[in-house]
Nanobody
Framework: QVQLVESGGGLVQAGGSLRLSCAPSGRTFSRYAMGWFRQPPGKEREFIAS????????SYVDSVKGRFTISRDNAKDMVYLQMNSLKPEDTAVYYC??????????????????????WGQGTRVTVSS
């Protein structure tokens, strides 16, 4: 059974940093693009960042550009989201997602989510002011 397990969430003060990890299990996804999404309290889930299968191509939503960095280690089959200069508005449940087909790019990742793939269970990030 395929699972994605996020970790690294927690409570942090504004201006602080957290590093989220996403660990797939059940199969390898080293040839699949992956993305990070978040769902703030009372709001819909939104795209944050994506990375292509090789790690050479990334995309970000404007609100996190320059603060968040998505990366992957295919040897370990892990995807990360380094979050710096955190703001209270970054408070959300963060989810990782793996693309439904291999060798996808990072662009337009949010539009491919509806076609399938797998979601993690989420990890909560709370940023206090």
């Amino acid at each position: 059974q395929v699972q994605l397990v996020e970790s690294g969430g927690g409570l942090v003060q504004a201006g602080g940093s957290l590093r989220l990890s996403c660990a797939p299990s059940g199969r390898t996804f080293s040839r699949y693009a992956m993305g990070w999404f978040r769902q703030p309290p009372g709001k819909e889930r939104e795209f944050i960042a994506s990375i292509n299968w090789s790690g050479e191509d990334t995309s970000y939503v404007d609100s996190v550009k320059g603060r968040f960095t998505i990366s992957r280690d295919n040897a370990k089959d892990m995807v990360y989201l380094q979050m710096n200069s955190l703001k209270p508005e970054d408070t959300a449940v963060y989810y990782c997602h793996v693309d439904y087909s291999p060798y996808g790019g990072s662009a337009n990742y949010a539009f491919r989510v509806g076609s399938g793939g797998y979601w993690g269970q989420g990890t909560r990030v709370t940023v206090s002011s």
